[in-house]
């Protein structure tokens, strides 16, 4: 039992390192975003990271000091273990059981990222070559999302801006602290909605409906894009998402309530 106790310790260790030192630097490393969900995906990322070091540092470790310290022309003897049954076992069981311990975290997680139940609004998201369209099912708003990046600037004529071919026309508003369903499906080809922020990315795909949710902790802009190749605008279909507070959200609504017919061009 009390051997237990630093083990765990140097765990939560990591993992706390991990959040404070690991989460800044950006863009070197994963966001920690601004869902629960985020924050999880992060911790998980982090603890199979780190996982990984050590599996690395013993292993490298071991290799290393075996060559210097036991090679042949310092007259060391090979060690005879061949078919060697704890060797067999150890070998089994050790990498076993280091995929059981990123599993069962793994799986939590991706359980309650696919619990798409209770969802305070859905937002269906059409894929389109090459823009968003954006349905919100409860009320009468609808409207395509375009890149909103001026052409001079792709073509270098004018300079760039902050946020270069991740900005759009339409923004995709969202009430904060409510869980929102997406409904991700395409009218083309295979898209993918991609938010890192929101630790949300589902393929879009002609004929079915992808499902995936979250919800927003604080207000903020959030930018994403087309993760899937899809053709030649592929890199130019970003993604915008505005997460304000609910007064503020129940006022966008009001002035988008008339659905936006916008022809497709
Ligand atoms: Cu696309």
Redesign the pocket.
């Known amino acids: 039992m009390t051997q237990k106790k630093p083990k765990i310790g140097i765990t939560t260790c990591l993992v706390f390192l991990s959040q404070s030192v690991f989460a800044d630097l950006q863009p070197y490393n994963m966001t920690t975003g601004v869902t629960d969900i985020s924050a999880k995906v992060f911790d998980l990322h982090m603890l199979i990271f780190w996982i990984c070091v050590v599996i690395g540092v013993v292993v490298f470790g071991v290799m290393i000091i075996s060559m210097i310290k036991h090679r042949k022309s310092v007259g060391h003897k090979a060690a005879q273990f061949h078919e060697s049954t704890t060797a067999e076992i150890a070998w089994t069981l050790v990498p076993l059981a280091i995929l059981i311990g990123m599993a069962i975290p793994a799986t939590n997680v991706l359980i309650e990222m696919e619990d798409t139940s209770a969802a305070d609004l859905t937002v269906k998201v059409t894929?389109y070559q090459?823009m968003w369209h954006y349905e919100y099912l409860d009320e009468k708003v609808d409207f395509f999302s375009r890149l909103a990046t001026p052409r001079e600037q792709i073509y270098n004529v004018q300079g760039k801006g902050e946020n270069y071919l991740l900005e759009v026309d339409n923004e995709l508003v969202l009430p904060v602290g409510k869980k929102v369903r997406f409904l991700i499906t395409s009218n083309d080809v295979l898209?993918a909605w991609w938010v890192p922020d929101l630790a949300v990315k589902k393929d879009a795909i002609p004929g079915f409906i992808n499902e995936s949710w979250a919800k927003i902790d604080k207000p903020g802009v959030y930018r994403g894009q087309?993760a899937?190749l899809?053709g030649r605008d592929?890199g130019f279909?970003p993604i915008v998402v505005r997460a304000v507070d609910e007064n503020e959200y129940q006022q966008w609504l009001q002035s988008h309530s008339q659905p936006q017919q916008t022809a497709l061009q």
Do not use: G, L
């Open positions: 894929a090459w898209h087309c899937e899809c592929h279909m």
